[in-house]
């Protein structure tokens, strides 16, 4: 989990920073980075750790291993948001293949806090 953290705050150092212009798409890879290595986690303590950058894949896992009665819930909601910041993940190596803005960095932001946050309540139980 302290990857993960790590991404996290160096998401939130460049995009909290007074760094002109913003480098929002490194910010988006930040945030994609906690997001799977944070979900990865929660795969790995039940012992299916997995080699694959795909959120979404990682939380069908997820989905498959952990008992509902242990209080995991993934929503098809969750589903698009790991879809999506998995986007920026690769997309993000290969100019003018995305097309981010602030508002969609400020989406990002929130969407990796929700994940990781969501990881560690799921490894504190």
């Not at 080699?51 to 069908?60: A, C, E, R």
């Amino acid at each position: 989990m302290s990857y993960a953290r790590d991404d996290y705050d160096v998401a939130h150092y460049l995009y909290d920073g007074d760094f002109h212009p913003k480098k929002l798409e490194i910010i988006c890879y930040h945030c994609s980075q906690a997001a799977e290595k944070a979900v990865n986690v929660d795969l790995g303590s039940q012992g299916g750790l997995a080699k694959v950058h795909k959120i979404g894949f990682l939380l069908n896992q997820i989905k498959n291993i952990l008992p509902r009665e242990k209080g995991v819930q993934i929503t098809e909601e969750m589903m698009d948001w790991g879809d999506e910041l998995s986007n920026y993940s690769v997309d993000v190596r290969y100019p003018n293949q995305l097309q981010i803005d602030e508002y969609r960095t400020k989406k990002a932001m929130e969407k990796m806090e929700f994940f990781v946050d969501w990881a560690q309540t799921i490894l504190d139980k």
